[in-house]
């Protein structure tokens, strides 16, 4: 009964190739995240749904397209992947769309290699 | 340009002892401040928060003290057990903004 759940955990890929992970949770949550932790280990908000509606996208490459097909999903497709790509991503859930007390809830993390 | 920075990549602390982990922000905006606790193949899990009302919270073990004027927080973890041995992020917020997070301190705890 995960709460947040990531698939793949790892994905090791060559470069060039489009690529998938998805994101579900079962908190019944308004609101999911999309994180990228790079090389130097900081945490950066890439974008974030509410109710399946866009709310944040940060400064990131349009080869990064977030899809929510409802509420408890959220998933991320990379085209063209570059060796830059490289990094681990993790999703997370808040009941609300932010806000003091609306904490987040993150999944396992997926691992992704780009050759 | 990290407006929010753990300088201390890496704290060891003998097991009951004291552990203190420190970090900086520069937005002087943020008003809410977090602390989350990372084990390895995990994501990260909420352990204390703070607002910028306040310059203490504590919970069980767990205290967070914020200095406003130095625009530093810390976590302080007393008696630290082997169980605390993880990846403490720091993160910050200005209102319903996004999290803004530090880069990590990982913390081991020796018997």
Known sequence: DTAVSQTPKYLVTQMGNDKSIKCEQNLGHD???????????FLKIMFSYNNKELIINETVPNRFSPKSPDKAHLNLHINSLELGDSAVYFCASSQFGGGMGDEQFFGPGTRLTVL | DQQVKQNS??????????????????????????????YPAEGP?????????????????????????????????VPSQPGDSAVYF?????????LVFGQGTRLTINP
């Open chain 2, 90 to 98: 720091c993160a910050a917020r200005q209102g319903a903004q996004k």
């Open chain 1, 31 to 41: 609101t999911m995240y999309w994180y990228k932790q790079d090389s130097k280990k």
């Open chain 2, 9 to 38: 990549p890496s704290l060891s602390v003998q097991e009951g002892r004291i552990s203190i982990l420190n970090c900086d922000y520069t937005n002087s905006m943020f008003d809410y401040f977090l602390w989350y606790k990372k």
């Open chain 2, 45 to 77: 899990t909420f352990l204390i928060s703070i607002s910028s009302i306040k310059d203490k919270n504590e919970d069980g073990r767990f205290t967070v003290f914020l200095n406003k004027s130095a625009k530093h927080l810390s976590l302080h973890i």
